[in-house]
């Protein structure tokens, strides 16, 4: 997620998104992720415009996203999204033109999500932040975000192997329930919203154990999660992917097992993150991976 940006704030006038932003809006997330993923040695983490527009498209018209813009001189210069499709909502992502940064319009689009998370009452809100942009670790940290623990971002080779004893696939609505019971577990909420998105979408999956639902994911991607009992249901839904989407799967370094494991899978770091949350927070009990949203 990138940060702050430029001119004054004074002239900066924030505003909700409108399904037509989503061009200017995704060709600066394109340019704003290019230029400080490689600014700091790491790959960009869309490789197109198109990708980001496609992206920003489908947030600025779901239901379930709070997205605005940044415009000075009537000129759109940034943008960000709220994820508000399950009890705790995600922010991200948040981008400003890289030609007017570091002048605090990154403060007023992150403000301006806040404020709707107050309005709307929810007890908490989550970000992942690039672990080696300092600047926004800074700004998220003064606005009240407090660190988590720190992630790592994998990508690899489809691995399309089993483990004994578990079975894997396609989740479908009836399903959902189950999986919340799951996610409840492991996180104290559920994340109902983004599961039935993933099931509607056809990139949910289930494991199941003795005839019983003990894992899901939304997707094995960047924008997807997945929660299980133990690191045997991940470890099985990640064997059974076809790849991972985007960027890749996020795992959390400080569960060696399972990072341990992704890696003689032959999985990748591509990049270190870090998850940070404002508001009521569980230890979570079980294995998960987050989204880029949290």
């Known amino acids: ?102 002048h605090g319009v990154g403060r007023r689009l992150m403000e301006a999500v806040l404020d709707r998370s107050r309005e709307r009452k929810v007890p908490s809100v989550r970000l992942l932040q690039s672990a080696f942009h300092n600047r926004s670790l800074s700004l998220y940290t003064r606005l009240g975000f407090d660190t988590r623990e720190p992630m790592s971002v994998m990508q690899g080779p489809r691995l399309r192997s089993s483990f004994d004893g578990c079975s894997v696939r396609a989740a479908a609505l009836r399903d959902l329930n189950a999986g919340n019971r799951v996610c409840e577990r492991v996180h104290g909420h559920n994340r109902s919203g983004e599961l039935s998105d993933g099931i509607a979408n056809g990139t949910a999956l289930v494991v199941e154990r003795q005839g019983r639902i003990t894992g899901y994911a939304s997707a094995l991607a960047y924008f997807g999660h997945a929660v299980g009992e133990s690191n045997l249901d991940l470890q099985a839904l990640i064997a059974a992917s076809d790849g991972f989407g985007g960027p890749g799967i996020i795992v959390p370094t400080r569960n060696s097992e399972l990072f341990r494991w992704c890696l003689e899978q032959g999985l990748r770091v591509v990049q270190p993150m870090t998850l940070m949350t404002m508001g009521l927070y569980n230890e979570p009990v079980g294995a998960y991976l987050p989204s880029v949203l949290y």
């Open 1 to 102: 997620m990138s940060a702050e940006p430029g001119q004054s704030v004074e002239e900066v006038t924030i505003r909700r998104a409108r399904l037509e932003d989503a061009q200017s809006c995704g060709r600066i997330c394109y340019e704003a992720f290019l230029k400080i993923n490689t600014d700091h040695g790491f790959p960009p983490e869309l490789p197109e415009a198109e990708v980001a527009v496609g992206l920003l498209s489908t947030m600025f018209s779901h239901a379930g996203f709070w997205c605005v813009v940044a415009e000075q001189n009537g000129r759109i210069i940034g943008s960000n999204c709220l994820d508000e499709r399950s009890p705790v909502f995600g922010v991200g992502p948040i981008t400003i033109e890289p030609g007017v940064q570091n």
